[in-house]
Structures are given as structure tokens and as C-alpha cells.
């Protein structure tokens, strides 16, 4: 899946107009129309940052890859396909701004990081300068947050210096290494290693419950902290291959909801709720169990961890956790 089509989707999803060719006819814009399709965008991505941020962060003692991370996402006007329009529909001189701060992290403590502020430099680095398509860059805004995350692990904190003339350090705290990524269309759910993307017509962002809709972010996060691309890379793709790491990831799930403050058995209710509607598709496939078993795989882990949550205060899946694969080194 490439991500430059996913975010030209994006755009295409966030806002009606910003997101056309900058060449249209257009003479009558709604400014705080566009604005408002931007933000509802935003919302989505609050969601998914929030929930995947308490995870991650929550879940890194337990965690073989953890990077220092602050919860700060930046926006880029140039991933739209007209950068004008996005650009006078926030009220921003230059291309960066603040996306998310996700909700309990040092960002969002630190309390300036509002959404659309514009920001002007990252350390000594005006994200500005570096060069961009002319619409639907994609590549420069992946390379600011690896910019960020570079100065996170050097310098062990980050200056940010805002257009209005703000600025901040912030400190930054250990969390497991995946980065939570929305896609502007869609209604997918995937982790490829680093990232878990999903579509933000995903049926889950519509429940109104947060520690279902966390459920699915865990899955996702599960596949990533648990090696599964690495293992399929080495081992192959077969249904078979993939069985056993959808079982895992599963499984896995209640444990990572448990140490993020969240009912475990909201994954199998997850499930239930998900997949008595959305996966036959999954299932013709023949790759993935049906929703039934695989909410009872869930449900099979729910006494080990509540047991462990009950004794000890974590579900520390690192040392009690049954895997259902060896994984890579
Ligand atoms: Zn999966």
C-alpha cells in the first residue's frame, strides 16, 4: 500500500476543495466550510492519537523497540493538493502547523501545542525549507516527525519555536515504537512494522465507546510490537502464517487494553460488535478465523490477565504472554 496515494485520499477526504488540483476554476470558496472539513478530519486523528498514544506509552515496559516520543503530530499544507487553499482556510503564513498533541503526553501537557498553530522551527530546522512536491507531498511531513523523533533520541528534548513567536522545550518519554497514522479514505485497518494506518472509514471510528474503538488500535499495535511483518517477511505469507499471527495479535489485545487503564473485555466486545457486520470479506479470504472464534481467543486470555492486573497492577505480556510464533531477532 503506498502511502502517497493513501494521502492524497486524505486530502481528498478532509477537505472538498483544498484537496482539488490548485489549477480549478474555483471563485467562490468557503473558507470555514473547508476549515470545518479539516477538522473534522482532525477529530478522527485526535481519536486515533489519543488512544493509540495511551497504549503505546502505557505498554513500553513491555516492549522490545521503544523510542522517546512527545505526542506531537505537525500538518503539512503541501499534502494537499492546493496548499493555497488549505493554507488561507487555517490562517497560516507557511506549511506547518500543530495537527495533534496526543491526549496525557508531554506535548499535550505542555498545553501550547493548539491545534493549527502554526509552527515556524523544529530546533534550528524550518521544516519550510525543505523541498516539496507541488501538491500531495506526502514525504515531507514523514520526514519532520523522523526529524523530530532524531532530535528526541540525540538531545533527549526538542525546541519548538512557533510563528506567532511562542516556543518550547519538551521532554520527551519512553513509548513503543509505532507511529498511528489516519487515512483520509478508506476503511482499512493495517500495521506494517512502524505504522498502523487506518482508514477513517473504519466502522470502529463510529462507536462511541473509547475502549472499543482502542481495541482495534491495539490489534493493530499488537502486529507491530509483536514482529509479525519481520516473521511473515522471513516465513512467508500463507494463509496458514497469517492465521497464526491474526490469533496473536488478537490475543494480545486484551492484555495491551488492560495496561492502558481500559476493560480488557472490550477487545472481544470489539469483536463482536465488528465482525457480526464487517468481516465477511475477511473470512472468504480464509486467511482470518471467523469474528466468533476469534473473539473467543480474546475472551480465553481475559482470567490471565485480570488475575495478573488483580496481583500486580500490569498484564506484563513480555514474560506471561503464551506466543504462537518465535519471533525474529
Ligand atoms: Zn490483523
Redesign the pocket.
Known sequence: MRRGVLLAWLAAAAAPLAAQDEALPYIDIDYAAERAAIGRYQDADQRLQDVGWQLARANAPYCSRIVPGIGLQLQDMASYGAAGIARRALGLKGNFAVQTAARGSPAALAGIFTRNREVARIETLDPNTLPAAERFEWQRLAKVHDHIEAMLTEHGGIAITFADGGAARVQPVEVCASRFELMGDGDKAV?DGARVVIGIGFPAFAYPEEEVFAALVA??LA?NVLGHDAWLDEHGRSDRNVRRI?RE?DRLVPWLLANAGYDPSAGPRFMRRWGAKHDSGLRMRRNHEGWDERAEHMERELPLVQDLMAREGRADWSQHFRREITPER
Open positions: 500495521a490489534h493493530e502486529h491474526e495479535a
